[in-house]
Structure formats: C-alpha cells, structure tokens
T-cell receptor, first 112, second 114 residues
Framework: AQSVTQLDSQVPVFEEAPVELRCNYS??????LFWYVQYPNQGLQLLLK??????LVKGINGFEAEFNKSQTSFHLRKPSVHISDTAEYFC??????????FGAGTILRVKS | GAVVSQHPSRVICKSGTSVKIECRSL??????MFWYRQFPKQSLMLMAT?????????EQGVEKDKFLINHASLTLSTLTVTSAHPEDSSFYIC??????????FGPGTRLTVT
C-alpha cells in the first residue's frame, strides 16, 4: 500500500518570498509522483509530475519539485510567490500509473 | 489540453431521492475514469474506478449499491447517489485517465442533501 504525508497543513508566506511545501511518501513499489493545485470550489489542476529521469522537475506557474529517492520525498518549491498562488496543494503518488493516493493537502496563504 | 467537465456543478436534493452526476472527457477518450469524494478541509478519497464497458471497482467501505457508476462510453461516466441522505452531502470530483498515468480532473459537483 502507499501513503503520502504532507507535513504542513498550512503555510503562510509573504508575497515575493520563496516557499517550500513538503511531501513524503511510503510505497513498496515504484511510483509516479504528482503535485496538484486546487482553488476554492474547483477541481484539481496538475502542477507537475515525476515519472523518471531527472529528479528536478519543472511545472507550471514557476513551480518545481525535486524527487529524493533515499528520503522518499517530493518537495514543491517556488522562488517567489504571488497572491494568486493562494490555494490548496496536494501531493499524490500513483503505483505503476494506476489510482492516485493523495496527501492531506497544504493550504498556501500568500500575504501582501 | 485535456478537458473534463462535470454536470451539474451544484445540486440540492431532498433526503431519499437520487441524483445523477455526469463526468465527460471533452477532447479525448478515456477508458478509465475515477470518482473521488472530498469532505470540507480534507483530501480526496477515491470511491471507485470506472472502466468503459465493465463494472466499476469500488474502494473498501464504499457501498456499490448506493453509489452506482456507469461508464457507457469512452467519454462519459455517471455517478448516481441513490436514496441520498444528509451524510452524503459532499464535493464529488471525477477524473479521466489519458495515457498510462495522467489523470485530468473535472471541476467538481457540490451535492447538498436536505
């Protein structure tokens, strides 16, 4: 079975500051890794994904994430956040491309 | 890009009635669709995997007779909540799988049972 732990339920940050949203996972098999963003009362939008290859992946809206196999982590980063980045972010894993297992989510609050 | 729609976006129904939610992949064919449920301030919980032309696979603890899933075509899956009760009130989100691993999500349906 797989599990995903998002270590922070909420992350407040000032506009233009850097941010890191942490994600750790547990799995006995190889997994694909994803980050999704959800705005209020909307579905999920894919930010980025790691399937194989380079451990640093770049996504939309200036986000990037680094896969660390030894630490089983897939932390999401952005060097300078904007007010419009305020949303909830979900880390997810998928064993062999099957169903997604989501973390509990991290609410990013960007303050001016 | 791949677009998934859901209809309705919001529905209010009386306790004991049934409500149907549609999930459509607009610009691609999806042999597999997924139905999730999201409670307020919580993560998405997978309810079932819907495969075109075959029976859905339900996750443990999800009542298949209460949450009827039909995947009649490569672009449409429906979720029917039968004999709805207030505890079924939730945000229901579908996704459609494209290719080997990527899922595209619908905008969600807010169900309120009074």
């Amino acid at each position: 079975a797989q599990s995903v732990t998002q270590l922070d339920s909420q992350v407040p940050v000032f506009e233009e500051a850097p941010v890191e949203l942490r994600c750790n996972y547990s799995s006995s098999v190889s997994v694909y890794l994803f980050w999704y963003v959800q705005y209020p009362n909307q579905g999920l939008q894919l930010l980025l994904k790691y399937l194989s290859g380079s451990t640093l992946v770049k996504g939309i809206n200036g986000f990037e994430a680094e896969f660390n196999k030894s630490q089983t982590s897939f932390h999401l980063r952005k060097p300078s956040v904007h007010i419009s980045d305020t949303a909830e972010y979900f880390c997810a894993v998928s064993p062999y491309g099957n169903k997604l297992v989501f973390g509990a989510g991290t609410i990013l609050r960007v303050k001016s | 890009g791949a677009v998934v729609s859901q209809h309705p976006s919001r529905v209010i129904c009386k306790s004991g009635t049934s409500v149907k939610i549609e999930c459509r992949s607009l610009d691609f064919q999806a042999t597999t669709m997924f139905w999730y449920r999201q409670f307020p301030k919580q993560s998405l919980m997978l309810m079932a995997t819907s495969n075109e032309g075959s029976k859905a696979t339900y996750e443990q603890g999800v009542e298949k007779d209460k949450f009827l899933i039909n995947h009649a075509s490569l672009t449409l899956s429906t979720l029917t909540v039968t004999s709805a009760h207030p505890e079924d009130s939730s945000f229901y989100i579908c996704s459609a799988k494209q290719g080997l691993y990527e899922q595209y999500f619908g905008p969600g349906t807010r169900l309120t049972v009074t």
